[in-house]
T-cell receptor, first 115, second 115 residues
């Protein structure tokens, strides 16, 4: 296992289109996180899963955003009716969970450009 | 709400010199974890160093060390013997056990190491 992988690395879409991103976490990690990072800012938390359960969602996650993690393995993040303000880097991270396994391992991200 | 503040948007240091990056945070929790993450240009974010709030001893990892002042809610990163490969964005981050271990990041400090 080579770490967290995200696909695609880059996505350009027209405003109003739907896009879906995929994240494959490290296989033994039961926690999976999605973050959004805009230029000049630190990553902002969007949502997290423990196994297949989505346990927390940020207020940043509008109703146009939906995330799934079927079977507790890979995760998808879908954005419907994209807007220019959705342009950002979308980062996925995974961790083993628990107080002794707090290190999050990040993927390289998916850069979304909405034109 | 928890906040993380990095007051230095950009810093520069010469190779082999020492540099300190500042971070302050705000929380009402007593049990939490602090991190410094490094994000090299166009590469994924990686963990540099971690500090548990209940530990009084400052964490060290080779050339990287922290100065953790719990009462002042300060968590600075010292990089000794700076190397060109240290050039990156550095993010201070915070989690507590009540948040599902989702990271709360500062805005980052861009560090440039010059020859």
């Amino acid at each position: 296992d080579t770490g967290v992988s995200q696909d695609p690395r880059h996505k350009i879409t027209k405003r109003g289109q739907n896009v879906t991103f995929r994240c494959d976490p490290i296989s033994e990690h039961n926690r999976l996180y999605w973050y959004r990072q805009t230029l000049g800012q630190g990553p902002e938390f969007l949502t997290y899963f423990q196994n297949e359960a989505q346990l927390e969602k940020s207020r940043l996650l509008s109703d146009r955003f939906s995330a799934e993690r079927p079977k507790g393995s890979f995760s998808t993040l879908e954005i419907q009716r994209t807007e220019q303000g959705d342009s950002a880097m979308y980062l996925c991270a995974s961790s083993q969970g628990g107080p002794r396994n707090t290190e999050a391992f990040f993927g390289q991200g998916t850069r979304l450009t909405v034109v | 709400a928890q906040t993380v503040t990095q007051s230095q948007p950009e810093m520069s240091v010469q190779e082999a010199e020492t540099v300190t990056l500042s971070c302050t945070y705000d929380t009402s929790e007593n049990n939490y974890y602090l991190f410094w993450y490094k994000q090299p240009p166009s590469r994924q974010m990686i963990l540099v160093i971690r500090q548990e709030a209940y530990k009084q001893q400052n964490a060290t990892e080779n050339r990287f060390s922290v100065n953790f002042q719990k009462a002042a809610k300060s968590f600075s990163l010292k990089i000794s013997d700076s190397q060109l490969g240290d050039t990156a964005m550095y993010f201070c981050a915070f989690i507590d056990s009540n948040s599902g271990y989702a990271l709360n990041f500062g805005k980052g400090t861009s560090l440039l190491v010059t020859p």
